[in-house]
């Protein structure tokens, strides 16, 4: 089986511009989560999707968003960069509605913002 | 609300020692404990996890971690240390239904030749 897929793996944008992630789960995985890793900051939960549907959000400003389309490929999107969203963004797929299961990662895309 | 802590942001270690690292963690109701490991360049990859069957948790590489509800612990240990064991150690938590991961601060090991 193939593991989550991310892209671009690097990007390099300037303050205002916007930039948009993809996300590809593992086949069959329903659940699509997004976290920023900053060495400030640590790991941090940005948002989760199921069956297009967000059911959980993280403590970031509306400038961070995200969809989940109907194959449950994930895209999120930071628009109005700031310095400060320099970071790993990490996508991790799911396969089960409730409950816990293992969240499966990405290898992650490193955004530098200029 | 879920957290957890991570005692010491570095570990450093003599091949062939035992690992320790410290977690504890917070949570209103039982949570659901996990260790991830990160290499340089890369994402996190699980090592094990305790979701509320047995209180000692055997993982991936020789890990292992125990659950104890009375010190609200998850430490992770390895008895021998490999080269390999050098990266970044994630302690997480989570409750049933939450989908989200909260994570602690981190705790990158170096082991020494």
């Known amino acids: 089986k193939a593991g989550v897929t991310q892209t671009p793996r690097y990007l390099i944008k300037t303050r205002g511009q916007q930039v948009t992630l993809s996300c590809s789960p593992i086949s069959g995985h329903r659940s699509v989560s997004w976290y920023q890793q900053t060495p400030g900051q640590g790991l941090q939960f940005l948002f989760e999707y199921f069956s297009e549907t967000q059911r959980n959000k993280g403590n970031f400003p509306g400038r961070f968003s995200g969809r989940q389309f109907s194959n449950s490929r994930s895209e999120m999107n930071v628009s109005t960069l700031e310095l400060g969203d320099s970071a790993l963004y990490l996508c991790?797929?799911?396969?089960?509605?409730?409950?816990?299961?293992?969240?499966?990662f990405g290898p992650g895309t490193r955004l530098t913002v200029l | 609300a879920q957290s957890v802590t991570q005692l010491g942001s570095h570990v450093s270690v003599s091949e062939g020692a035992l690992v320790l690292l410290r977690c504890n963690y917070s949570?209103?109701?039982?949570?659901?404990l996990f260790w991830y490991v990160q290499y340089p360049n890369q994402g996190l990859q699980l090592l094990l996890k305790y979701t509320s069957a047995a209180t000692l948790v055997k993982g991936i590489n020789g890990f292992e971690a125990e659950f104890k509800k009375s010190e609200t612990s998850f430490h992770l240990t390895k008895p021998s240390a490999h080269m390999s064991d050098a990266a970044e150690y994630f302690c997480a938590v989570t409750r049933p239904n939450d989908y989200k991961l909260s994570f602690g601060a981190g705790t990158t090991v170096t082991v020494r030749a």
């Open positions: 949570s209103s109701v039982p949570p659901y």
């Open positions: 991790a797929s799911s396969g089960t509605s409730g409950g816990y299961n293992e969240q499966f």
